[in-house]
């Protein structure tokens, strides 16, 4: 219980320091604040947002458009000298044989 008063006393303090330290209606604090806002074109990071994916699309067309190093060749496909499933049978499982 005490530890609530206590919390609620802090709490009424600092709410009674903002009410106090707050500028009044007539005060120009608001105007003092804005002047010194950055306007759009310094605050809006989109423009460098977009020139950065533009520059990562612009890479990435380049890559795109390098010729292939060897046209004539055809990919090699991988052979087996024999088929997968009896190679199965070889794999170490703690001493004991695995049938298929």
């Known amino acids: 219980m005490l530890a609530l ?3 609620l006393l802090i709490v009424a303090v600092f709410a009674g320091a903002v009410y106090y330290f707050a500028p009044k209606s007539g005060e120009r604090w608001g105007v003092m604040l804005e002047r010194y806002r950055p ?3 310094m605050s809006d990071w989109s423009v460098g947002e977009f020139e950065s994916s533009r ?3 612009d890479l990435a067309a380049l ?3 390098q010729p292939d190093p060897n046209p004539t060749a ?3 496909r991988l052979r ?3 088929p997968a ?3 199965l049978s070889e ?3 703690r001493g004991e044989t695995v049938q298929f």
Do not use: D, G, K, T
């Open 5 to 7: 008063l206590a919390s």
């Open 39 to 41: 306007h759009a074109p």
């Open 55 to 57: 520059q990562h699309a």
């Open 63 to 65: 890559a795109a458009r």
């Open 74 to 76: 055809w990919p090699r």
């Open 80 to 82: 087996r000298a024999a």
């Open 85 to 87: 499933v009896s190679r």
């Open 91 to 93: 794999i170490p499982c």
